[in-house]
């Protein structure tokens, strides 16, 4: 009897070590279960952000191809060439930006026509009868303005006693009212003076003849010239030479001609990129400069709206190392914010 019991004793043992054994077993499976379910999920989350994330990269990085066209100005080329470089280098490099310089009259002739130039540069802003020819052909223009020039009178290195003039005196050798050197200043060389500048086709020889001569013929004998870099030559080996064009042009060949202090009234002020301004010591002989955008052209080649964007968030950045004082921030960013209007 007493082994009877001991026997089923153990039976009863066995059986709740067995009940117990499954019921842990049934536990660890069901948080096991829970702990995949989790890691399952929370690599489903991940690898949804990660898609997220690339697609983000892949719409932020797009790339663009085609071409963006610019002619006009060639007071602003070596800016516009600068910004298209840094374009075509370290954001679209498929995408083919050709500046060009005709100068700002001929490339609003270029800019003005049916499938014409997606920009036209400019060194004075778009004339009456040039919008009108726009408004005639149905073509929407957005003016940029892009930095601020400073009107240069240069000279040649060995003119050791023409450093500085007045606006006056400068007004009387461009309009040939003085012919010689000694007329100005009886201490100086009795030579005849040697007037050169920038052609019709460019808005430095219009601005020079609307705003500083105040559309006064200019001395006959003046030589004007297309390509900038024929004017910076041709005075750089006269004596007797005196020229105008934008502070760009002087800035990049100062090694090989003289820039003169100009004396507006209150003393004689170098052009440089410190007092080049529309209200700083060198006003007298500052302006702005631009480029014409074609809207339809923007909103219909994403390559064209793409450069317009780069142009008005990053203008300020290569300005000066091409010769221009930058635009005020706040005017750079209400010209962003129109751009992107256009989208």
Same mark, same amino acid.
């Given at each position: 009897?007493?082994?009877?019991?001991?026997?089923?004793?153990?039976?009863? $043992?066995?059986?709740?070590?067995?009940?117990?054994?499954?019921?842990?077993?049934?536990?660890?499976?069901? /948080?096991?279960?829970?702990? /995949?379910?989790?890691?399952?999920?929370?690599?489903?989350?991940?690898?949804?952000?990660?898609?997220?994330?690339?697609?983000?990269?892949?719409?932020?990085?797009?790339?663009?191809?085609?071409?963006?066209?610019?002619?006009?100005?060639?007071?602003?080329?070596?800016?516009?060439?600068?910004?298209?470089?840094?374009?075509?280098?370290?954001?679209?490099?498929?995408?083919?930006?050709?500046?060009?310089?005709?100068?700002?009259?001929?490339?609003?002739?270029?800019?003005? &026509?049916?499938?014409?130039?997606?920009? /036209?540069?400019?060194?004075?802003?778009?004339?009456?009868?040039?919008?009108?020819?726009?408004?005639?052909?149905?073509?929407?223009?957005?003016?940029?303005?892009?930095?601020?020039?400073?009107? $240069?009178?240069?000279?040649?290195?060995?003119?050791?006693?023409?450093?500085?003039?007045?606006?006056?005196?400068?007004? =009387?050798?461009?309009?040939? /009212?003085?012919?010689?050197?000694?007329?100005?200043?009886?201490?100086?060389?009795?030579?005849?003076?040697?007037?050169?500048?920038?052609?019709?086709?460019?808005?430095?020889?219009?601005?020079?003849?609307?705003?500083?001569?105040?559309?006064?013929?200019?001395?006959?004998?003046? =030589?004007?010239? @297309?390509?900038?870099?024929?004017?910076?030559?041709?005075?750089?080996? =006269?004596?007797?030479?005196?020229?105008?064009?934008?502070?760009?042009?002087?800035?990049?060949?100062?090694?090989?001609?003289?820039?003169?202090?100009?004396?507006?009234?209150?003393?004689?002020?170098?052009?440089?990129?410190?007092?080049?301004?529309?209200?700083?010591?060198?006003?007298?002989?500052?302006?702005? &400069?631009?480029?014409?955008?074609?809207?339809?052209?923007? @909103?219909?080649?994403?390559? &064209?709206?793409?450069?317009?964007?780069?142009?008005?968030?990053?203008?300020?950045?290569?300005?000066?190392?091409?010769?221009?004082?930058?635009?005020?921030?706040?005017?750079?960013?209400?010209?962003?914010?129109?751009?992107?209007?256009?989208?």
């Amino acid at each position: 009897m007493n082994k009877l019991k001991l026997l089923l004793l153990a039976l009863v $043992t066995i059986l709740s070590i067995g009940l117990l054994a499954a019921c842990g077993s049934d536990s660890e499976e069901g /948080n096991n279960e829970e702990a /995949n379910a989790n890691e399952t999920e929370e690599t489903n989350e991940s690898e949804s952000e990660e898609t997220s994330s690339e697609e983000e990269n892949t719409e932020a990085s797009e790339e663009l191809e085609g071409s963006v066209v610019i002619d006009g100005s060639g007071t602003v080329y070596p800016l516009m060439a600068k910004l298209a470089e840094e374009y075509m280098i370290n954001e679209q490099p498929n995408v083919s930006v050709e500046v060009s310089r005709a100068g700002t009259s001929a490339g609003f002739e270029k800019f003005l &026509v049916e499938d014409g130039t997606d920009f /036209n540069d400019a060194s004075r802003p778009i004339k009456d009868e040039e919008q009108a020819k726009a408004d005639e052909l149905g073509i929407e223009v957005m003016e940029m303005k892009v930095a601020l020039d400073g009107l $240069t009178i240069v000279t040649n290195p060995e003119n050791d006693w023409a450093t500085e003039l007045t606006a006056e005196q400068v007004n =009387d050798i461009f309009l040939g /009212n003085v012919t010689t050197w000694s007329e100005i200043n009886p201490e100086w060389p009795d030579e005849e003076i040697q007037t050169y500048g920038p052609n019709e086709n460019h808005g430095t020889y219009e601005f020079f003849y609307e705003s500083i001569v105040e559309e006064q013929d200019l001395v006959e004998t003046i =030589d004007l010239q @297309q390509e900038y870099s024929t004017l910076v030559t041709l005075v750089a080996e =006269d004596k007797n030479a005196i020229g105008f064009f934008g502070f760009g042009y002087y800035d990049s060949n100062k090694d090989k001609i003289n820039a003169v202090g100009i004396d507006f009234g209150e003393g004689a002020v170098v052009p440089s990129l410190d007092t080049i301004g529309e209200e700083g010591p060198y006003a007298g002989y500052t302006r702005p &400069v631009f480029t014409y955008l074609n809207k339809a052209h923007a @909103q219909e080649k994403p390559q &064209v709206y793409d450069y317009a964007v780069y142009l008005a968030e990053s203008i300020n950045e290569f300005a000066g190392e091409t010769g221009f004082a930058p635009i005020p921030e706040e005017e750079r960013e209400a010209m962003l914010e129109e751009v992107q209007a256009l989208k």
